[in-house]
C-alpha cells in the first residue's frame, strides 16, 4: 500500500520568502499531483508529474523518481498564497488510485 | 460557467435520511469521481466513473450509491445517514486526452448530519 507523507504540516511564512513543501511516497507511481485547497475550501490542480521539474507563474514543483520525492516550492510568496498544499500519487492513469498526503497549511503574513 | 458543478453546497439532515447530491460537468471529461474530506481534512478516493462505468468503489458502505445517467453527470446518493457520515463532498473529472489528465473539482459539498 502506497503511503504519501507530507511535511511540513504547518508554516507560516512572511511574505517575500522561499517556500518549499516536502512529499514523499512509498512505492513506484505514475504521477504525482500538487493540489491546493482555498480557505473557503475549493481545489484546483497545480501540477502533475511524473519527472523532471514544471514551473507555473511563481510555483515550481520537482520530482525524484529514485528517492521517491517530491518538492512543491514557491518564490516570493504572497498572502494570497495561504491555502493548503496536498501531495497525491497516483498508480494507474489519471486519477485512479490515488493516495493523498494530509496536507500542508500555509500561512503567509504580510 | 462552472466546470464542475455540485449541488447543494450545503446540506444538514437528520440522522436515517436519505439525500443526494448531483455533480455536473461542462469540459467533455470521460472521467468523474467523488471524493470524500474527512474532519481532519483527509481527502479520500470513494469512486471513479469512466463513460459511465464504475471502475473504482472504494471501501465505501453500500449506503452509498453513485448514479450516473450520462458522462456529465455523477450524482451521489447516501441512504441511512449516519454522523460519520458528516464530511465534505468533492466531485471532479478528467480526461486523458482533453486535459492531460488535470483534475477539475468541483466545490464541495458540505454535509452535516445532525
Known amino acids: 500500500k502506497n503511503e504519501v507523507e507530507q511535511s511540513p504540516q504547518n508554516l507560516t511564512a512572511q511574505e517575500g520568502e522561499f517556500i518549499t513543501i516536502n512529499c514523499s511516497y512509498s512505492?513506484?507511481?505514475?504521477?504525482l499531483h500538487w493540489l491546493q485547497q482555498h480557505p473557503g475550501g475549493g481545489i484546483v490542480s497545480l501540477f502533475m508529474?511524473?519527472?523532471g521539474k514544471k514551473k507555473h507563474g511563481r510555483l515550481i514543483a520537482t520530482i525524484n523518481i529514485q528517492e521517491k520525492h517530491s518538492s512543491l516550492h514557491i518564490t516570493a510568496s504572497h498572502p494570497r498564497d495561504s491555502a493548503v498544499y496536498i501531495c497525491?500519487?497516483?498508480?494507474?492513469?489519471?486519477?485512479?488510485?490515488?493516495?493523498f498526503g494530509i496536507g500542508t497549511k500555509l500561512q503567509v503574513i504580510p | 460557467d462552472t466546470a464542475v458543478s455540485q449541488t447543494p453546497k450545503y446540506l444538514v439532515t437528520q440522522m436515517g435520511n436519505d439525500k443526494s447530491i448531483k455533480c455536473e460537468q461542462n469540459?467533455?471529461?470521460?472521467?468523474m469521481y467523488w471524493y470524500k474530506q474527512d474532519s481532519k481534512k483527509f481527502l479520500k478516493i470513494m469512486f471513479s466513473?469512466?463513460?459511465?462505468?464504475?471502475?473504482i468503489n472504494e471501501t465505501v458502505p453500500n449506503r452509498f450509491s453513485p448514479k450516473s445517467p450520462d458522462k456529465a453527470h455523477l450524482n451521489l446518493h447516501i441512504n441511512s445517514l449516519e454522523l460519520g457520515d458528516s464530511a465534505v463532498y468533492f466531485c471532479?473529472?478528467?480526461?486523458?486526452?482533453?486535459?492531460?489528465?488535470?483534475?477539475?473539482f468541483g466545490e464541495g459539498s458540505w454535509l452535516t448530519v445532525v
Open positions: 497525491a500519487s497516483s498508480g494507474g492513469g489519471g486519477y485512479q488510485k490515488v493516495t
Open positions: 512505492v513506484g507511481i505514475s504521477a
Open positions: 508529474l511524473s519527472s
Open positions: 469540459l467533455g471529461h470521460d472521467t
Open positions: 466513473y469512466n463513460n459511465k462505468e464504475l471502475i
Open positions: 471532479a473529472s478528467s480526461h486523458e486526452k482533453i486535459s492531460g489528465n488535470t483534475i477539475y
